[in-house]
């Protein structure tokens, strides 16, 4: 997982240990969990390439079935192509936990971001993103689906 202020985070705190270092105690602390949410939603680079195309995201699953309907025009410049990946994935959790009851975020070692179900089952949704990205699948409106039927 790339991002950085999470990693200078993490380096400043002497690394991790096998703990969810950053959503620990975020289920009996509502203002946590929400300050960690606001965090991996910015999806800056994301919300600009998908504006300049006039789509302007609304963190609902509706947006994630039109960001899968643009021309991929990322996909030309290859040093922006992770990136913009990284915040696909970032995005589409940012839908799940969301609009998914019962969805939240989970950070595990080394910085790589989750959705918890209340299943228990998680999503990795970076990944989802960056295949999204580079390959055009899966769709991130399959991966917030499936993840919504349970």
Known sequence: MNIPFLDNWLKRRGGVDE?????????????RAAAIAELLSE???????????????????????????????????????????ND??????TV????????????WPGGHPVVRLVSGREISVVEAGLEWAVNGAPELSQ???EAAEG
Do not use: F, K
């Open 143 to 145: 991966v917030y689906a």
């Open 43 to 85: 999806c800056e680079l994301l919300r600009v390439r998908v504006g300049e195309s006039g789509l302007e995201l609304d963190d609902t699953p509706a947006s994630l079935a039109a960001l899968d309907q643009l021309p991929p025009r990322w996909r030309d410049d290859p040093e922006e192509l992770p990136s913009l990946g």
């Open 96 to 107: 799940m936990v969301r609009t998914v009851p019962g969805a939240t975020w989970h950070i």
């Open 88 to 93: 696909a994935g970032l995005y589409l959790g």
């Open 19 to 31: 703990e969810n270092v950053l959503t620990a105690g975020a289920e009996d602390d509502p203002e």
